[in-house]
């Protein structure tokens, strides 16, 4: 267990719908990543957060939003959602924003039909 | 970051030592070697990591070359829950948090 926690396990959606994934870091740590794996692309970075303000931006849609809250969780918000976007989404923390030691949740597996 | 490149694939007997190769010739020298894994559709998972000296934890050995333009992974005595991916990632280690994963190597650890 990473402590790294991510809500739903399991979410299937219909094309051109919106849905938000929810990340809560491990304790004390104050950043947070999100990636996407998907059968042909694999891992890729979408999007960090350190302390509530956005770090560094990846491969990220500009149909698919985040954001860190106070209490340090995280959402990653996908909108108009097409087939392609169904894939495991991934929240990862760690304590520094430079470090490489990241701590991965569960996962979400998002299916779009 | 340095480009990496690691076998597809390897198998391993169970309790044997498996020693995952990586080569990253084009890393410079404040480029860290890192190493993670991932079972099956589960999260990565962070092994290790290191800049020039071998590194030992409760999870795996990491060697070095001396040039460093490769380094081993090493599990000294595998399990069949050590079946994975595991990914050899070399990134500056005080730039930027973003983890770029390459295609890995799947171990199979056979009974």
């Known amino acids: 267990d990473s402590g790294v926690t991510q809500t739903p396990k399991h979410l299937i959606t219909a094309t051109g719908q919106r849905v938000t994934l929810r990340c809560s870091p491990r304790s004390g740590d104050l950043s947070v990543y999100w990636y996407q794996q998907s059968l042909d692309q694999g891992l890729q970075f979408l999007i960090q957060y350190y302390n509530g303000e956005e770090r560094a931006k990846g491969n990220i849609l500009e149909r698919f939003s985040a954001q860190q809250f106070p209490d340090l969780h995280s959402e990653l918000n996908l909108s108009s959602l097409e087939l392609g976007d169904s894939a495991l989404y991934f929240c990862a923390s760690a304590f520094s924003p430079l470090g490489g030691e990241q701590y991965f949740g569960p996962g979400t597996r998002l299916t779009v039909t | 970051d340095a480009k990496t490149t690691q076998p597809p694939s390897m198998d391993c007997a169970e309790g044997r030592a498996a020693n995952l190769p990586c080569n990253h010739s084009t890393i410079s020298g404040n480029e860290y070697v890192y190493w993670y894994r991932q079972i099956h559709s589960q999260g990565p998972q962070y092994i290790i990591h290191?800049?020039?000296n071998n590194e030992t934890n409760e999870m795996a050995s990491l060697i070095i070359t001396e040039d460093r333009k490769s380094s081993t992974l090493i599990l000294p005595h595998a399990t069949l829950r050590d079946t994975a991916v595991y990914y050899c990632?070399?990134?500056?280690?005080?730039?930027?948090?973003?983890?770029?994963f390459g295609q890995g190597t799947e171990l199979s650890v056979k009974p």
């Open positions: 290191g800049l020039k």
């Open positions: 990632i070399v990134r500056v280690g005080n730039q930027g948090g973003k983890l770029i």
